[in-house]
C-alpha cells in the first residue's frame, strides 16, 4: 500500500490541549511529520480541543490514579473527538495517559524521548540536599511529596497548583523554598532563565513516561499507522513497554504514588521501579534486567514482586 499523504487541501488534524506545553508538542508532532514526507505546514491542522482537566486547578499526572489514572481526565474529550473523526490523531504527554485506551483506539507511536529527570526549582538553592532542616517545598505532586517525605521527613510539603507559570510565580512570591517540574516540559518551551537543575533519576526516580510525547490514533485508520511508524522512536517505545506495564500491573493499588524508569544500554534494557506511602513513611524499590524487546514482562514481573513485598497492609494510608 502507497501511503496517502496529507495536503493543504486535505489536512491532517492534529488535535491537542491549548496549554503553551501541549501546543509545543502538537508542533513538534506536524514539523517531524512534515519532515519525514517533505510536506508544508499547511498539510496539517492543529485543532484545540478543551479538556475537562483544564478547568480544574489541580491538573498533575502524578494524582493518584483512582482520581484520573483510567478516568482519562485529561483526555477524554479529546479521544471522543478522535472517534468522531474530528481530528486524526492525537498528540500527548504519555505520562498524563492512562495504560489502557478506549476501545477503537490505539497509542504506540512515542517521538524521540526528552530529559526523563525532574527539575529542582529555587531561587536560591541547587539542590534536595542544600534544603534547610524544615524548609518549604511546593508541590502537588504525590509521587515527589512521596518520595521527598521518605528521604527527608523533616520538610515541609505545601500544595503548588495550577499550570508551570502560576506555580513559578508562587516560588518568586517566597510561598515556598523550592519547587519541582519535569524539565522537558521546561526544555519544550525554552524556559531557560527558571532557575533550574535536573535531578539524577537515582535521586528522584521521574513518572512513568516523563519526557515522552505519544500519539495516539483510530486503529482502523491505517494510512494514519503508516505515517505516525515513519516518527516513531523505537527505544522509546521499548522503554514505555516496560514502564506502562509496570503501572498497569500495578493499578489494583491506585492511591499509590509510584514512580519508574526504563534505560536502554546496548540490547539490554534496565527498569527500576517504586512505590511508595503517599506520607512518605515507606517506598520499595525493584530493579529488572534484560533484552530490550522483553520490557512488558520486566514490568508484569517487577510490579508483581513490589506488590509482593508491600504486602496487604502498605497502601492503607488514611
Ligand atoms: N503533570 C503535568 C505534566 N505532564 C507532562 C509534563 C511535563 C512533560 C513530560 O513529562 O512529558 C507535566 C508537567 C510537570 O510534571 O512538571
Request: glycine share 10%.
Amino acid at each position: 500500500m502507497t501511503v496517502r499523504l496529507p495536503s493543504p487541501a486535505a489536512p491532517l488534524k492534529i488535535g491537542t490541549r491549548g496549554s503553551p506545553l501541549a501546543l509545543a508538542q502538537a508542533y513538534e508532532t506536524r514539523q517531524r511529520l512534515g519532515a519525514a514526507f517533505d510536506l508544508p505546514e499547511e498539510a496539517f491542522e492543529i485543532v484545540v480541543i478543551k479538556v475537562t482537566g483544564d478547568n480544574r486547578s489541580m491538573i498533575d499526572a502524578d494524582r493518584p490514579l483512582k482520581e484520573i489514572g483510567n478516568k482519562g481526565l485529561f483526555t477524554r474529550e479529546i479521544e471522543e473527538a478522535l472517534l468522531d473523526g474530528g481530528i486524526d490523531i492525537a498528540v500527548h504527554s504519555t505520562k498524563d495517559m492512562p495504560t489502557v485506551q478506549p476501545d477503537g483506539l490505539i497509542l504506540d507511536t512515542f517521538l524521540p524521548r526528552e530529559d526523563v529527570r525532574d527539575a529542582f526549582i529555587s531561587h536560591s538553592l541547587s539542590r534536595i540536599a542544600d534544603l534547610p532542616e524544615g524548609a518549604v517545598v511546593g508541590t502537588s505532586s504525590l509521587r515527589r511529596r512521596a518520595q521527598l517525605l521518605f528521604k527527608r521527613p523533616d520538610l515541609n510539603v505545601v500544595e503548588f497548583r495550577g499550570n508551570v507559570q502560576t506555580r513559578l510565580q508562587k516560588l518568586a512570591d517566597g510561598v515556598a523554598d523550592c519547587t519541582f517540574l519535569a524539565h522537558a516540559g521546561l526544555n519544550r518551551l525554552n524556559m531557560t532563565d527558571v532557575p533550574a537543575n535536573a535531578i539524577d533519576p537515582a535521586d528522584m526516580l521521574p513518572a512513568i513516561a516523563q519526557g515522552a510525547i505519544g500519539i495516539e490514533r483510530r486503529s482502523g485508520d491505517d494510512n494514519t499507522a503508516e505515517l505516525l511508524a515513519a516518527i516513531h522512536d523505537a527505544p522509546t517505545g521499548h522503554r514505555l513497554a516496560a514502564e506502562r506495564q509496570f503501572l498497569f500491573t500495578l493499578d489494583g493499588s491506585c492511591e499509590t504514588p509510584i514512580a519508574g524508569l526504563a534505560t536502554i544500554d546496548g540490547d539490554t534494557l534496565t527498569l527500576t521501579g517504586e512505590v511508595l506511602r503517599p506520607d512518605g513513611s515507606d517506598a520499595i524499590t525493584g530493579t529488572r534486567q534484560g533484552p530490550v524487546a522483553d520490557g512488558a514482562a520486566m514490568g508484569t514481573d517487577l510490579a508483581q514482586d513490589l506488590l509482593q513485598t508491600a504486602g496487604p497492609g502498605f497502601f492503607d494510608w488514611h
